[in-house]
């Protein structure tokens, strides 16, 4: 017996009906990006290992997928490499391309490569599958669809302040009430840094204090030690696991602790620009909030950086995030032009709008009618009067086969058809059609003109 055939974990199959939400989901988000001005580009699901590796820390670049070179690739693979069993310099030697870790770094690449044909600042989105090798868990895939939103060449506060916006406008148009869109500053982590003797460190120390929602204070603080950052550096730290109180509240706080770090109160003048903002604007079902442990373990961030955070009544990771990276195209040579960008986590917004029921209920009726066949002449009339209500743009279709009567209302039923049209020799004579609401079981004879008044 052959053996049942499966996909690689953290991969997924989609059914019409999850096929259907996602592009409800697609759709929204493209509508406000469009809304806020931004153009579509696309990219290669792949590209050269050198435009990905170094660009997402040392953690990232162990996620990223790394394709084998084609023919006989051990051919050319680094004996010495392969002989000490050194993965690193051996996977230089036999892959020169990876599948695309996020949208950002080959937006970058883009941005570098086509310079000349670009008007800035240039507004763009991409909405397009990414591949992390990661633990697949809820909420987690190795490969999902990332939806991204970025502006280059405008040192502007006013971007951040419509990405908190574009948040907003996406979530009121799903419906998602209760949404978090916690703020940090990448000038705010620098100054701590600078303040707790761990300048140096202070990637080490980004990344350990990013997973403090996740493994905890008493983890992160022993992660920070491993890493060499010293007990009286997180002492001076404590303050910070327990920051609370309003927007206001907080950036008081932080003005005391990094009085000393002109980087750090940069950032704090950030924070309050972009809040002052978004205070004045108002947010329709978003909230703002400030949150300084936020690090987002990315290296290129350099400013203001963004994570969204699902209704509390849903247990769920991140929903969305970005930030400002003013080095970015720096790394492929193009200096001086500045960016920032937000995205959308796709698969954890379908969770939670699942979870929430909050998809619309009509959102897989891809079908509005359907003919049942009754045989060869009734079907050919049908395809007659369905050629017309498709060229209305009415979804129609017609059973395939003359199969018994509760065979294809069941089918009808199963696809959540609401209507039906019947079609036998009393129709055909006098060039009607039954037409049956499959809801309330009503039904009425229509001459074509009114079928198709009905559907439009």
Known sequence: MAQKPGIPKGTRDFNPEQVAKRNYIFNTIKSSFERFGFQPIETPSFENSETLMGKYGEEGDRLIFKILNSGDYLKKADEKSYADKNSTGLTKSISEKALRYDLTVPFARYVVQHQNDIEFPFKRYQIQPVWRADRPQKGRFREFFQCDADVVGSNSLWQEVEFVQLYDDVFSALKLDGVTIKINNRKILSGIAEVIGAKDKLIDFTVALDKLDKIGAERVKEEMLNKGISENGITILQPLFNLTGTFGDQIEKLKTILESSEEGQKGIEELEFINAGIEALGLKVAKLELDVTLARGLNYYTGAIFEVSAPQKVTMGSIG????????????????????????????????????ALFPKTIANVIDVLFINFGKDEALYSLKAIKSLREEGINAEIYPDAAKMKKQMNYANKRHINYVVLVGDSEMEAKTY???????????????????????
């Open 434 to 456: 039954t037409l049956k609401n499959m809801n309330s079981g009503n039904q009425e004879k229509l001459n074509l003109e009114v079928l198709i008044s009905r559907f439009k």
């Open 321 to 356: 995030g970005g930030g400002r990276y003013d080095d970015l195209t720096g790394i492929f040579g193009l200096k001086n032009v500045s960016g920032v960008g937000i995205s959308f986590g796709l698969d954890r917004i379908f969770l939670v709008l699942e979870e929430l």
